[in-house]
Every structure is written in C-alpha cells, then in structure tokens.
C-alpha cells in the first residue's frame, strides 16, 4: 500500500474544524479514512484530582503528548496499527479505552494546536487552516461545551478570558501561516473542499 496520506487541519476553538472534515469525508470512499483527534492526546492527569485538572491550561501547546502523536504518526506511515488513546472532556482526563487504528490511504489529524509541532507540519502533506471570528467561536464554544462537555456558563466563560483567547492568539492563530488552505467558516466553503478533496485524489492517483 501507498503511504498514507497525513492532513493536518488547525483553526480556533469551535472554529468549524470537524465540520470541514465531515464535508471532506463526504466526498472520500469512508474506509479510506481515519480521523485522528489531537484532544486524544491530552496528557493523562489521572494523579490529579478534579480541582487540579480544571486549572490546567488546555490551550498551550505543552498540555499535548506530541511525542506519542508523532510515533503513533510514525507507526501508520510504515504501515503498523496504533493504539490511539481517547479522552473524556466531561471527566478532564484520558479514557481507560483505548482505539484501535489501522494504516488507512488517508489519515486527518485534527487539532487546535496541531500545526504548532513542526515534527507534524514535516510529516504532514496537506494543511489546512479553518477560520472564523473569534465571537462567533466564543457564542459556539458556549453551547456546545454546556450541551456535550458537561461545563457552566460561568466555567466557559472564566477559560475562556484566562486560557483559551490569549493562547489562540499566542499560539492557535499565528500556526495559520503554516497552512496550505484557509478556509473561511462564515461563508460558503464548498469549493475549497473540492479542491482539497481533488488534492488528496491527486496524492491517491486516483484522480484519472
Ligand atoms: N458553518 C456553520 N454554521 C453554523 N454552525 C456551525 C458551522 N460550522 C460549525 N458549526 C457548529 O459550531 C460548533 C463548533 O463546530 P465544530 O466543527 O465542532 O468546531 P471545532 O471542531 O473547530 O471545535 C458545532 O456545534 C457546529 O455544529
Ligand atoms: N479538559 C479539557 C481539554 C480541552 N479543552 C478545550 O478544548 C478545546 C479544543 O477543542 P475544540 O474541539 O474546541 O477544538 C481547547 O480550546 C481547550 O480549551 C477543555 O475545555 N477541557
């Protein structure tokens, strides 16, 4: 088999990132596919208790095993399954569980802070930054993360002041130059799928 194809896609917080990569993934054959979400591979914090681990700040790049990413990377390049950890947002921890993952033709890694590595910019063939302003991001985040990720308004709103604008501006935000594609999230997006979508083809040789 071909070495995979790595696609990094980086952007803000609730910016619409896998989003985008559902709009990819509707146009590739699905089998092809696996989504590697870099919140995965948050460090374990399961000596800390629950106070501790509110505090961390999950938004700098030093809160992310990139070591164990860029091995498990490594791993499918040559062709050898990876056992991907999984995290729980609820229980600000990893999972006892871990994912199975086999070398498939197209491998999406997805992450606020995935293009800040420059071991996994190298290794990465196409990389996409999605864009979107940051009250819109702010107004999102907030649902969501009091509908799936089991916070008050008042914590998304305390992190988000503390943690997460200044690091997207310090960290998040300047990764953009980095990128192949930007994709805005406030307009319609369809032809950048396309041509990203044509690119991975292209890779394939599946494009004739
Ligand atoms: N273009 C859009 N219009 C309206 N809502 C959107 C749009 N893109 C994403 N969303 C919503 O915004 C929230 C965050 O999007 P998501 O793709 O999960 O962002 P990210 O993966 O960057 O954190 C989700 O609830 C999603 O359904
Ligand atoms: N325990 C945690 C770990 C991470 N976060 C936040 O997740 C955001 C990244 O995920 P997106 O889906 O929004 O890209 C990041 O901004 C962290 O602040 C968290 O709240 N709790």
């Known amino acids: ?99 199975r993952i086999e070398p498939k033709k197209v491998i999406i890694l997805e992450g606020i802070l995935i293009l800040t590595d420059s071991r996994i910019r190298e290794l990465s063939d196409i990389k996409l930054y999605v864009e979107l302003d940051d009250d819109t991001r702010f107004i999102r985040r907030l649902q969501r993360d009091i509908a799936e990720r089991g916070r008050t308004v008042e914590s998304v709103i305390d992190q988000y002041l503390n943690t997460v604008k200044p690091m997207h501006h310090k960290h998040v935000k300047p990764t953009k130059r980095f990128a192949d594609v930007i994709i805005p999230n406030d307009y319609k997006h369809s032809v950048a799928v396309d041509i990203i979508v044509s690119k991975i083809k292209m890779i394939l040789g599946e494009d004739k």
């Open 1 to 99: 088999m071909r070495k995979p194809v790595i696609i990094a896609v980086a952007g803000g917080s609730a910016s619409g990132k896998t989003t985008v990569v559902k709009e990819i993934l509707d146009k590739l054959d699905l089998k092809d596919v696996e989504i590697i979400k870099h919140d995965d591979y948050y460090l374990d914090q399961t000596n800390l208790s629950m106070d501790d681990r509110i505090k961390i700040n999950y938004d700098h790049p030093s809160s992310l095993d990139n070591d164990l990413l860029v091995s498990h990377i490594d791993g499918l390049l040559k062709g050898h399954a990876i056992d991907c950890p999984t995290y729980n947002f609820v229980t600000n921890n990893r999972s006892a569980e871990t994912r």
